[in-house]
């Protein structure tokens, strides 16, 4: 028991790291550079790694438990799905159409929303901070991460299964170690975008063209790593030959 609590203790820290991944990071920098409050930019990165654990929990779970096998084209074709996606997002930074997104779904700040700081039941029952916010981001900014998360957790959700089920025998305790290092991963995401928020939020308020170079930079670099996995993937990887070789990481 000390062992398997040991064991979980590791996920959580980890799932932490993992959070810290480089195609991690340059996807939620992406979102974040257009956020303008520290707080919504944690709540961003903590729905991002919800995302992502519910993909891990569930196709890892289903592969330690029925000890189902991912085909090497399927497994390269989720993790260039990660490329692409990071292409995208790069492709919509630069070009304003993720601001528009972002501004068209966004609640105005005037409406009864807002005032939802000053709602007494909203502070009574506790959960007036996560509503605040969730409602001030707009359906639109919640699903992204959330989207985004997920195909994360496509990608990596075969190679965390298989590393467990050749470390944890019990399934019972396999799948306890994933759905601690997706709680880790949470944490993790949600700790970095907060952190990530901090010179964002304040070149917005004090340096607007510095505001600007930061958006276009990570619009760059998001479509130069997006171009980089998936070349890496379609052709090292072979996933556009006749006989993909497919490592799972």
């Known amino acids: 028991m000390v062992s398997l609590a040991g064991i979980l ?8 790291r993992h959070a810290t991944d480089a195609d991690h990071v340059v996807a939620v920098m992406t979102i974040v550079t257009r956020q303008r409050k520290i707080a919504k930019a944690g709540v961003i990165g ?6 992502h654990t519910l993909t891990i929990f569930l196709v890892g779970a289903a592969i330690i438990l029925f000890k189902i096998t991912i085909p090497p084209r399927l497994g390269l074709s989720m993790e260039f799905a990660v490329g692409l996606m990071l292409i995208l997002l790069g492709v919509l930074n630069l070009t304003g159409i ?5 501004h068209r779904y966004t609640p105005p700040t005037t409406t009864p929303l807002a005032q939802a700081d000053e709602d007494p039941a909203l502070v009574a029952n506790g959960s ?4 605040r916010h969730l409602r001030g981001l707009g359906f639109y900014a919640v699903l992204r991460p959330l989207v985004i998360g997920t195909v994360h ?3 990596g959700s075969a190679a965390i299964a298989i590393l467990v089920m050749t470390t944890i025998a019990d ?3 396999a799948i306890a170690y994933l759905l601690v290092f997706g709680l880790g991963t949470i944490a993790g995401m949600a700790a970095m975008t907060t952190a990530m928020a901090y010179p964002i ?14 958006t276009v930079g990570s619009g760059l670099l998001s479509v130069a790593f997006g171009l980089f996995i998936s070349f890496q993937i379609g052709f090292g990887g072979g996933l556009f030959a ?8």
């Open 9 to 16: 203790i590791l996920g959580f820290i980890l799932g932490m």
């Open 46 to 51: 903590a729905l991002w790694g919800i995302g």
């Open 98 to 102: 993720l601001h528009w997104l972002q």
């Open 128 to 131: 007036g901070w996560l509503e």
């Open 153 to 155: 957790g496509l990608a």
């Open 171 to 173: 399934p019972r305790w």
């Open 201 to 214: 939020v304040y070149a917005g308020r004090k340096m607007f063209r510095w505001n600007q170079a930061i």
């Open 242 to 249: 006749a006989t993909p070789h497919w490592v799972p990481r």
